[in-house]
T-cell receptor, first 111, second 117 residues
Framework: GDSVTQMEGPVTLSEEAFLTINCTYT??????LFWYVQYPGEGLQLLLK?????DKGSNKGFEATYRKETTSFHLEKGSVQVSDSAVYFC??????????FGTGTRLTIIP | GAVVSQHPSRVICKSGTSVKIECRSL??????MFWYRQFPKQSLMLMAT?????????EQGVEKDKFLINHASLTLSTLTVTSAHPEDSSFYIC?????????????FGQGTRLTVV
């Protein structure tokens, strides 16, 4: 079945550091790919998405590019802030069906 | 974006009792809602798809008699964990899609941390 493999955390970085959280997927066909973020005490929020190969999703300084050849959707940010501390989930879906999630990566940014 | 409200955010119950978790779409109608469960350090796993006015669709391995789902209106779905046991302790989270805007984005509730003692 479909699956998402995500970089294990926790990840701790200093403020203004460069962030990469790896995400690869296994699926038959070409799913839509998502990154969700969960801040402490809150629900999951959509961070960015890409619906086809070579699409780049971006939001709040975060970016991820849909790479069909490597079945990857790595999350990057050039300069992280303390407010970026959260749990990040990579996910895939076909059409408007259920989401398949990775395990989540807890990110902590220290001043 | 659309708002999904889940209640309660935390609940502690005694083994053998039942717990009801509510999931409401506050500013849109949701014909379909999804219930997920997350164990520590594991993925969110889909438990069931809740369909307004009809029976829920359960994923393989999920006991439908233990996890009762009711979706009686277009804005409310409930998950009842019946005869809860410590192994049911987990993080439960619901989501819904706003089909009026295409349904391409899933909106999530805040989640419910269930602890069975």
């Amino acid at each position: 079945g479909d699956s998402v493999t995500q970089m294990e955390g926790p990840v701790t970085l200093s403020e203004e550091a460069f962030l990469t959280i790896n995400c690869t997927y296994t699926a038959t066909g070409y799913p839509s790919l998502f990154w969700y973020v969960q801040y402490p005490g809150e629900g999951l929020q959509l961070l960015l998405k890409a619906t086809k190969a070579d699409d780049k999703g971006s939001n709040k300084g975060f970016e991820a590019t849909y790479r069909k050849e490597t079945t990857s959707f790595h999350l990057e940010k050039g300069s992280v802030q303390v407010s970026d501390s959260a749990v990040y989930f990579c996910a895939l879906t076909f059409g408007n069906e259920k989401l398949t999630f990775g395990t989540g990566t807890r990110l902590t940014i220290i001043p | 974006g659309a708002v999904v409200s889940q209640h309660p955010s935390r609940v502690i119950c005694k083994s053998g009792t039942s717990v009801k978790i509510e999931c409401r779409s506050l500013d849109f109608q949701a014909t379909t809602m999804f219930w997920y469960r997350q164990f520590p350090k594991q993925s969110l796993m889909l438990m069931a798809t809740s369909n307004e006015g009809s029976k829920a669709t359960y994923e393989q391995g999920v006991e439908k008699d233990k996890f009762l789902i009711n979706h009686a209106s277009l804005t409310l779905s409930t998950l009842t964990v019946t005869s809860a046991h410590p192994e049911d302790s987990s993080f439960y989270i619901c989501s819904a899609r706003d089909w009026a805007t295409g349904g391409t984005e899933a909106f999530f509730g805040q989640g419910t941390r269930l602890t069975v003692v």
